[in-house]
Nanobody
Framework: QVQLVESGGGLVQAGGSLRVSCEAS????????MGWFRQAPGKEREFVAA????????EYADSVKGRFTISRDNAKKSVYLQMNTLKPEDTAVYYC????????????????????WGQGTQVTVSS
């Protein structure tokens, strides 16, 4: 079992940057592939970025590619999402998710593949 707690959300102007973090507690963090998802009001939860257990393979949604960077620090049991050149359409609640997997190189983009979720952190981008 792993518990996930996101932090770092807030209000930022369009064009600005923000970094959200997700800290895990419980079992060995390096046993989990990690992902970031977001949900805007009235919309379904959507994939943002994902990273494998080792931290050397990543995937991004087309809408954030080139602007967002996912990273992880297994020693700190944390995963991060650096968001640059933010747009109003990035406004959403951002969730981190964890999937226990023996496949150290695998990255998962489908939310149904994840076992654990954080409570979310609000990111609001003003125009």
């Amino acid at each position: 079992q792993v518990q996930l707690v996101e932090s770092g959300g807030g209000l930022v102007q369009a064009g600005g940057s923000l970094r959200v973090s997700c800290e895990a507690s419980g079992r060995t963090f390096s046993a989990y592939a990690m992902g970031w998802f977001r949900q805007a009001p009235g919309k379904e939860r959507e994939f943002v970025a994902a990273i494998n257990r080792r931290g050397d393979s990543t995937e991004y949604a087309d809408s954030v590619k080139g602007r967002f960077t996912i990273s992880r620090d297994n020693a700190k049991k944390s995963v991060y999402l650096q968001m640059n050149t933010l747009k109003p359409e990035d406004t959403a609640v951002y969730y981190c998710a964890a999937r226990s997997t023996p496949a150290s190189g695998s990255v998962y983009t489908d939310p149904i593949r994840y076992n654990y979720w954080g409570q979310g952190t609000q990111v609001t981008v003003s125009s």
